[in-house]
T-cell receptor
Framework: AQSVAQPEDQVNVAEGNPLTVKCTYS??????LFWYVQYPNRGLQFLLK??????LVKGSYGFEAEFNKSQTSFHLKKPSALVSDSALYFC??????????????FGAGTRLFVKA | DGGITQSPKYLFRKEGQNVTLSCEQN?????MYWYRQDPGQGLRLIYY???????QKGDIAEGYSVSREKKESFPLTVTSAQKNPTAFYLC??????????????FGPGTRLTVL
């Protein structure tokens, strides 16, 4: 079975400081990993994904994420936070090993607050 | 503009009524999905479809029904059997590359409130 966990309900950071939003996962095969962002009363927007290859993935709006297989983690990072980064962030995983259906599982979300 | 649209944006329903939420995409995507979002619970998959005239139940399909008669359209009906339908509903689509699906594109959502 596949699962994904975002251990922090909320992350607070000052503008200009680096930010990290944590994500860990569990799959039977190899993972496809995704990060999405949601602004209030809107749908989710894709930020970045890891399929294979380089463990450091760069995405939209200056975000990046590092795939760590030994720690089964895919933390989202940004070197310098902006107030406009304040939003709800979702990590998602899909198992490459067929287990009766190719479904993407989403974490519960982490709310990021960036203070000016 | 290519994209995925949902209508209506807000929907109010009386108890015992069925309602249908619309989802249309012009991205030529094979796969389409319906999710329910409740505070603190993330997204939960209701139904998904990878091809026309075929769909599969997700994790919380009870009280919901779907159809996929056209590639572009994937309407969701919330029936009176759904005990707690008040939620934010999100439709998504993605392309399929062999056995691999890619990132999902989401619509703006429909907020359903049962009065």
């Amino acid at each position: 079975a596949q699962s994904v966990a975002q251990p922090e309900d909320q992350v607070n950071v000052a503008e200009g400081n680096p930010l990290t939003v944590k994500c860990t996962y569990s799959v039977s095969g190899n993972p496809y990993l995704f990060w999405y962002v949601q602004y209030p009363n809107r749908g989710l927007q894709f930020l970045l994904k890891y399929i294979t290859g380089d463990n450091l993935v760069k995405g939209s709006y200056g975000f990046e994420a590092e795939f760590n297989k030994s720690q089964t983690s895919f933390h989202l990072k940004k070197p310098s936070a902006l107030v406009s980064d304040s939003a709800l962030y979702f990590c998602a995983v899909r198992d490459t090993l067929y287990t009766g259906g190719f479904k993407t599982i989403f974490g519960a979300g982490t709310r990021l607050f960036v203070k000016a | 503009d290519g994209g995925i649209t949902q209508s209506p944006k807000y929907l109010f329903r009386k108890e015992g009524q069925n309602v249908t939420l619309s989802c249309e995409q012009n991205l030529n995507h094979d796969a389409m999905y319906w999710y329910r979002q409740d505070p603190g619970q993330g997204l939960r998959l209701i139904y998904y479809s990878q091809i026309v005239n075929d769909f599969q139940k997700g994790d919380i399909a009870e009280g919901y029904s779907v159809s996929r008669e056209k590639k572009e359209s994937f309407p969701l009906t919330v029936t009176s059997a759904q005990k707690n339908p008040t939620a934010f509903y999100l439709c998504a689509s993605s392309s399929l590359s062999g056995l691999q699906d890619n990132e999902q594109f989401f619509g703006p959502g429909t907020r359903l409130t049962v009065l």
